[in-house]
């Protein structure tokens, strides 16, 4: 099974920019999916932002014009760059990538970064 591992959460005022990165122990090239799920206390988990194989990208509302998602098939990596950071964007931020299981897909999922926005 793939690991992934997020890293670069942490407090930023509102207004400022974070990128999040997922490291996966494997070859992300053959995922069909990556996205960035976000889960705030007392919420459901939702999609912040998805981005397929083919380097189609999809956005919620809340975040379109200021997150930008991205990957790097060198590096096995993917991104989340979040700029003009709001205190509702607060939340546990989580990779998922739908990986090749031998003939089905599966969701696999890393352990979250906190990411808080407050002055």
Do not use: H
Request: aromatic share 8%; charged share 15%; with cysteine.
């Amino acid at each position: 099974q793939v690991q992934l591992v997020e890293s670069g959460g942490g407090l930023v005022q509102p207004g400022g920019s974070l990128r999040l990165s997922c490291a996966a122990s494997g070859s992300i090239s053959t995922m069909p999916t990556m996205a960035w799920y976000r889960q705030a206390p007392g919420k459901q988990r939702e999609l912040v932002a998805r981005i397929t194989s083919g380097g189609s990208t999809n956005y919620a509302d809340s975040v379109k014009g200021r997150f930008t998602i991205s990957k790097d098939n060198a590096k096995n990596t993917g991104y989340l760059q979040m700029n003009s950071l709001k205190p509702e964007d607060t939340a546990v931020y989580y990779c998922n990538a739908a990986v090749w299981v031998g003939p089905r897909l599966a969701d696999s999922w890393g352990q979250g970064t906190q990411v808080a926005v407050s002055s």
